[in-house]
């Protein structure tokens, strides 16, 4: 992407320089389009779950930009000679159950024959070309909050080896097909700074994005992060995801562990999550408010998990 032009039209108010979570291009002065798109492999073997979650997670992009999600388009990857057609049926009415949740509509999409099962959607929103939110922008001495717990990586993969308990793998399946709807509209009642959903690249990787955007050092409480049950215990038994290492190598020049932890429990930060939750930056003076307002609102688990700090050098992420 680095070597990519640089965008030169005005109207694209946010491109990929800075990595955030979609693209925003102003039509007027009182409207702006959200665009994102993604997808994913099934984490779960019922296919309208497996809907849910990818729905949940394209979504989520919007949300983080603090825009309103209004069309969907299926994006899908199917072998037709291995799979039942109402396996593909399921997966797309799971994934219209989160849309209608959203508040948009399924305006159509894409379907290729692929090897294995892949599904997403592309999302447009919309949002005030001056009211939306990114991913750089935090200010030393704001608070950090995050509005679901880690670990949905290593949870799924421990259970294809059967170590997850039933009620921990139903916690995560819930807590990824809630939609970051809720969280979003609390949020649009406070100054936001900076935000990103977290996914792929893990805590630790979509923090330090935030830190190198915003030019400051992001301090992560490493006893405040909420964690999914039975996570940390997956780890230390020796559990790993495919991406962990490479997630790890992503941000190894920028990370420092000030708290002495186990190698097992540094991983958790790592993991790579789908369809997580929201990590914003925001003033002191608001958070516990902002806290507040969540858990009433039905954000249960959201937690502050660190602050925002300015040193020598910055562009860095810690964990204490």
């Known amino acids: 992407m680095a070597k990519l032009p640089k965008k030169n039209d005005p109207n694209l108010l946010v491109g990929f320089e800075t990595s955030d979570d979609a693209g925003i291009y102003r039509l007027n002065d009182e409207m702006a389009l959200v665009t994102t798109a993604d997808f994913i492999t099934p984490p779960v073997d019922d296919p309208y779950l497996f809907g849910q979650i990818a729905a949940a997670n394209s979504i989520s992009d919007i949300y983080a930009?603090?825009?309103?999600?209004?069309?969907?388009?299926?994006?899908?990857?199917?072998?037709?000679?291995?799979?039942?057609?109402?396996?593909?049926?399921?997966?797309?009415?799971?994934?219209?159950?989160?849309?209608?949740?959203?508040?948009?509509?399924?305006?159509?999409?894409?379907?290729?024959?692929?090897?294995?099962?892949?599904?997403?959607?592309?999302?447009?929103?919309?949002?005030?070309?001056?009211?939306?939110?990114?991913?750089?922008?935090?200010?030393?001495?704001?608070?950090?909050?995050?509005?679901?717990?880690?670990?949905?990586?290593?949870?799924?993969?421990?259970?294809?080896?059967?170590?997850?308990?039933?009620?921990?793998?139903?916690?995560?399946?819930?807590?990824?097909?809630?939609?970051?709807?809720?969280?979003?509209?609390?949020?649009?009642?406070f100054d936001i700074h900076a935000v990103t959903d977290i996914t792929g690249f893990g805590l630790g990787g979509h923090a330090l994005e935030m830190a190198e955007g915003s030019g400051v050092t992001l301090e992560i409480r490493t006893d405040h992060v909420p964690m999914m049950s039975e996570a940390l215990e997956m780890y230390e038994r020796g559990m790993r995801t495919g991406v962990n290492a490479a997630n790890r190598a992503l941000i190894e020049d920028s990370v420092h562990f000030e708290k002495s932890l186990p190698g097992w429990h540094e991983e958790i930060f790592v993991d790579p999550q789908t369809s997580g939750g929201l990590l914003m930056s925001v003033p002191a003076a608001q958070s516990e408010s902002l806290l507040t307002a969540l858990h009433n609102n039905g954000v249960a688990e959201a937690q502050i998990v660190g602050e925002v700090k300015f040193f020598v050098e910055p562009n860095h992420l810690i964990f204490v």
């Not at 509509?105 to 894409?110: P, R, S, Y």
């Not at 717990?149 to 399946?173: H, T, Y």
């Open 65 to 189: 930009m603090g825009g309103k999600p209004v069309t969907c388009l299926n994006l899908v990857g199917f072998p037709a000679d291995k799979l039942d057609p109402e396996i593909l049926h399921g997966i797309v009415e799971g994934a219209l159950s989160k849309i209608t949740e959203s508040g948009a509509v399924l305006a159509g999409g894409h379907t290729t024959d692929d090897e294995e099962p892949k599904f997403g959607l592309s999302v447009t929103g919309i949002v005030h070309p001056e009211k939306y939110w990114r991913n750089v922008g935090a200010e030393p001495g704001d608070v950090l909050i995050l509005t679901k717990p880690i670990g949905s990586g290593v949870i799924f993969n421990a259970n294809l080896k059967s170590w997850v308990s039933d009620q921990a793998l139903d916690e995560c399946i819930q807590t990824i097909t809630t939609l970051n709807k809720g969280a979003a509209a609390v949020m649009a009642g």
